[in-house]
């Protein structure tokens, strides 16, 4: 019969001929390159069906920042902000090595030591804006389309205005840039990379050990303690 072989480190064949089956032949000399295979089949699958997983970013240490978001005047459902905190770290994370240790609050008191945003139906027209000090967020900010965009009009309007806390100044000259005006852009360049990490220096956690951010702490207001309300 004949022999189909499909050998993974090849050597010369002593097969018998005239059988039809598909042979795998392992050998034990075989096995780092199959598990650089694993681990490469691992990584690509996990990268393709994980959708909250967030790729390595390629700049250390990663700077990680306190972010208390404030959502007792927000129309929104605490639910929803778990997709919108990790398009926000995705964002900064991944082009930047900035991450964002977000919790939610129900009252108005700022943290001591990192960023503030509240969520609101209605700020005055805007989708958002920075004003020296804190964050204002509309639930719904009305941005523009472009060819790569954001998924969330909150979550890239949250990272824009993150950006200017970064002392990012606006940047016109493409829709996809994240410090345009008013579009769905994302894309920091490599100035603006290095602008926001050295002002994100001075503000981050002091343990720059850790390369991944903490998940997001969502709390419904009915479930918040006086204790946790007070981290950090
Ligand atoms: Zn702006």
Same mark, same amino acid.
């Not at 059988?19 to 490469?40: D, E, M, S, W, Y």
């Not at 929803?80 to 919790?103: D, L, M």
């Not at 939610?104 to 700022?110: G, I």
């Not at 804190?134 to 909150?154: G, H, T, W």
């Given at each position: 019969?004949?022999?189909?072989?499909?050998?993974?480190?090849?050597?010369?064949?002593?097969?018998?001929?005239? &059988?039809?089956?598909?042979?795998? !032949?392992?050998?034990?000399?075989?096995?780092?390159?199959?598990?650089?295979?694993?681990?490469?089949?691992?990584?690509?699958?996990?990268?393709?069906?994980?959708?909250?997983?967030?790729?390595? #970013?390629?700049?250390? #240490?990663?700077?990680?920042?306190?972010?208390?978001?404030?959502?007792?005047?927000?129309?929104?459902?605490?639910?929803?902000?778990? #997709?919108?905190?990790?398009?926000?770290?995705?964002?900064?994370?991944? !082009?930047?090595?900035?991450?964002?240790?977000?919790?939610?609050?129900?009252?108005?008191?700022?943290?001591?030591?990192?960023?503030?945003?509240?969520?609101?139906?209605?700020?005055?027209?805007?989708?958002?804006?920075?004003?020296?000090?804190?964050? !204002?967020?509309?639930?719904?900010?009305?941005?523009?389309?472009?060819?790569?965009?954001?998924?969330?009009?909150?979550?890239?309007?949250?990272?824009?205005?993150?950006?200017?806390?970064?002392?990012?100044?606006?940047?016109?000259?493409?829709?996809?840039?994240?410090?345009?005006?008013?579009?769905?852009?994302?894309?920091?360049?490599?100035?603006?990379? &290095?602008?926001?990490?050295?002002?994100?220096?001075?503000?981050?956690?002091?343990?720059?050990?850790?390369?991944?951010?903490?998940?997001? !702490?969502?709390?419904?207001?009915?479930?918040?303690?006086?204790?946790?309300?007070?981290?950090?």
């Amino acid at each position: 019969m004949r022999r189909i072989s499909v050998n993974i480190c090849p050597r010369p064949s002593s097969s018998p001929r005239n &059988k039809t089956i598909v042979n795998f !032949q392992v050998r034990p000399v075989c096995l780092p390159v199959l598990g650089l295979l694993a681990a490469l089949l691992f990584f690509s699958y996990a990268g393709a069906t994980t959708e909250e997983t967030i790729p390595t #970013p390629g700049l250390q #240490p990663v700077y990680r920042i306190y972010l208390r978001v404030h959502l007792a005047n927000s129309s929104r459902s605490p639910e929803e902000f778990g #997709p919108i905190f990790s398009e926000i770290n995705r964002i900064w994370y991944t !082009q930047a090595g900035i991450c964002f240790e977000i919790h939610t609050v129900y009252h108005d008191t700022p943290l001591n030591d990192g960023l503030d945003m509240w969520f609101s139906p209605y700020i005055g027209g805007y989708n958002g804006y920075y004003d020296g000090e804190f964050i !204002q967020m509309s639930d719904v900010p009305d941005l523009a389309r472009v060819e790569n965009p954001a998924r969330s009009s909150a979550a890239r309007t949250a990272a824009h205005e993150l950006g200017h806390a970064l002392d990012l100044p606006h940047r016109q000259d493409s829709d996809e840039n994240l410090m345009r005006s008013r579009t769905f852009g994302w894309q920091l360049n490599a100035q603006e990379i &290095k602008l926001a990490r050295e002002t994100a220096a001075d503000i981050a956690i002091e343990d720059t050990t850790p390369l991944t951010c903490g998940s997001p !702490q969502i709390r419904r207001e009915e479930t918040s303690s006086p204790q946790l309300l007070e981290q950090p």
